[in-house]
């Protein structure tokens, strides 16, 4: 295990976590982020993957809840795959946020505007110092999921 492989599961896993990707969860977290917005919130919200919490409360939802526990229950197996020892993660939480004033239609795009979703994650594992890793990504989004969210699936008990 060489600590340079935390870096890398813990850039890979949040930005798996802020991307619009349903491999891991049939939940989003732009959907929380949404919700945060419909409510007049500051669409911003941090998941703490140690303490099993999310923050602010205003963001706890049955969905965001989920998407929670899916990345959760996803974490053993992603270190493993980059050969770091979970037992060794002191803190992983994932600050994500939108602004969705600041969204914008792309010339040639009728029914979609560009919004920037940002991470910011504070991690820090194995006795060292607290490390952030920040990813900002430009995202395309359909007029209508921007005011009600993506689509999200249920599992089926």
Not at 74 to 94: A, G, R, S, V, Y
Not at 110 to 139: F, G, H, M, P
Request: with cysteine; hydrophobic share 35%; glycine share 2%.
């Amino acid at each position: 295990m060489k600590f340079k492989n935390y870096r890398s599961a813990i850039h890979n896993f949040a930005h798996s976590f802020q991307s619009n990707d349903y491999t891991h969860s049939g939940r989003l977290a732009i959907n929380v982020l949404v919700h945060l917005k419909n409510q007049s919130f500051n669409p911003i919200a941090t998941f703490d993957f140690v303490n099993k919490a999310i923050e602010p409360e205003e963001a706890i939802t049955l969905s965001s809840k989920q998407l929670l526990k899916d990345y959760i229950n996803w974490l053993p197996t992603h270190f493993e795959n980059h050969n770091c020892d979970i037992t060794k993660l002191e803190k992983l939480q994932i600050t994500i946020s939108a602004n969705f004033d600041r969204a914008f239609r792309p010339q040639g795009m009728i029914d979609c505007k560009q919004i920037n979703i940002s991470t910011r994650t504070n991690w820090k594992a194995d006795n060292r110092k607290e490390e952030i890793i920040e990813i900002s990504l430009d995202e395309l989004f359909n007029d209508e999921f921007l005011a009600t969210g993506m689509p999200e699936f249920v599992s089926n008990p």
